[in-house]
């Protein structure tokens, strides 16, 4: 798929979306457009295992939104209509796609780019560039997610300091703040992040998203509803037939095949019928 400013690139089982609209690739409808279309075009994709996202060349991850668009959003209601309340159901879509998801920070990550960063499992940054949140220097603040994810992966100061005072944060301090997962030399983010895709190939699907579905729902649910979701989420993995790969190759002291696994019907061993 190519298409408006978004593009993919397959390599194996990892398709990347690639961000493309030069220079700084600022986000704008189009875009929207594009990462939903490519989105779409992973998910039921079975032959997709890991999901990367990045800004192509060397100078952005995606530098914010297209500011000339806020021109003709200033009656009351235009903007969420026509841009933030389509955001907000993209990213968080991205936020609760069933496929891993990596972003690779090879540039300037600004904006609506940190907005759609957190929104992925697990974030490279490479060690030259600032991430942050400057809407609040235009009269505006985060819209499309970026407080309450930030804040989750920060916790509550962290995200104010980035979100009120409005400056960026460099890639070793992001690290240190749990915002980014790897700091990767300069050129080498998309390169880290295959790396950590390959090791997320060798682990079983249909438990990681549902790892990910529990995770996810840790700051919306009450313990007690955390438990029987984690309760309901675990019968489902040690029943299925990745389970019985995983514990079938650990006693015969073999790497299991997940994805072989996987691809059985149903993805669940069958149960025996009762005497």
């Given at each position: 798929?190519?298409?408006?400013?978004?593009?993919?690139?397959?390599?194996?089982?990892?398709?990347?979306?690639?961000?493309?609209?030069?220079?700084?690739?600022?986000?704008?409808?189009?875009?929207?457009?594009?990462?939903?279309?490519?989105?779409?075009?992973?998910?039921?994709?079975?032959?997709?295992?890991?999901?990367?996202?990045?800004?192509?060349?060397?100078?952005?991850f995606?530098?914010?939104?297209?500011?000339?668009?806020?021109?003709?959003?200033?009656?009351?209601?235009?903007?969420?209509?026509?841009?933030?309340?389509?955001?907000?159901?993209?990213?968080?879509?991205?936020?609760?796609?069933?496929?891993?998801?990596?972003?690779?920070?090879?540039?300037?990550?600004?904006?609506?780019?940190?907005?759609?960063?957190?929104?992925?499992?697990?974030?490279v940054?490479?060690?030259?560039?600032?991430?942050?949140?400057?809407?609040?220097?235009l009269?505006?603040?985060?819209?499309?997610?970026?407080t309450?994810?930030?804040?989750?992966?920060?916790?509550?100061?962290?995200?104010?300091?980035?979100?009120?005072?409005?400056?960026?944060?460099?890639?070793?301090?992001?690290?240190?703040?749990?915002?980014?997962n790897?700091?990767?030399?300069?050129?080498?983010?998309?390169?880290?992040?295959?790396?950590?895709?390959?090791v997320?190939?060798?682990?079983?699907?249909?438990?990681?998203?549902?790892?990910?579905?529990?995770?996810?729902?840790?700051?919306?649910?009450?313990?007690?509803?955390?438990?029987?979701?984690?309760?309901?989420?675990?019968?489902?993995?040690?029943?299925?037939?990745?389970?019985?790969?995983?514990?079938?190759?650990?006693?015969?002291?073999?790497?299991?095949?997940?994805?072989?696994?996987?691809?059985?019907p149903?993805?669940?061993?069958?149960?025996?019928?009762?005497?």
């Amino acid at each position: 798929m190519s298409g408006a400013h978004v593009h993919l690139e397959t390599t194996g089982r990892v398709t990347t979306v690639v961000f493309d609209n030069p220079p700084l690739h600022v986000w704008n409808a189009a875009m929207t457009r594009g990462l939903a279309e490519a989105l779409d075009a992973v998910e039921d994709d079975p032959s997709v295992g890991v999901v990367v996202l990045t800004g192509a060349g060397d100078r952005a991850f995606c530098a914010g939104s297209d500011i000339p668009e806020f021109a003709a959003m200033r009656a009351p209601g235009e903007a969420v209509a026509k841009k933030l309340r389509p955001q907000q159901e993209l990213f968080a879509r991205l936020a609760t796609f069933p496929k891993p998801t990596i972003a690779a920070l090879n540039g300037h990550t600004l904006g609506g780019g940190l907005e759609i960063a957190v929104c992925c499992d697990l974030i490279v940054a490479e060690e030259h560039i600032g991430i942050g949140s400057p809407e609040i220097k235009l009269g505006v603040f985060p819209g499309s997610g970026g407080t309450f994810r930030v804040a989750r992966r920060v916790g509550a100061g962290r995200a104010k300091e980035m979100q009120l005072l409005g400056e960026p944060v460099d890639a070793a301090t992001a690290l240190a703040w749990g915002l980014v997962n790897r700091v990767a030399p300069s050129g080498r983010a998309h390169a880290i992040a295959l790396e950590l895709a390959d090791v997320l190939l060798r682990r079983p699907p249909r438990s990681m998203a549902l790892c990910k579905s529990v995770i996810n729902a840790a700051h919306d649910l009450t313990e007690e509803e955390l438990i029987e979701a984690s309760l309901t989420a675990s019968d489902e993995a040690f029943t299925s037939a990745e389970s019985a790969e995983g514990v079938q190759a650990f006693l015969a002291k073999r790497a299991p095949d997940f994805w072989a696994a996987s691809q059985t019907p149903d993805n669940t061993v069958e149960k025996e019928t009762p005497a």
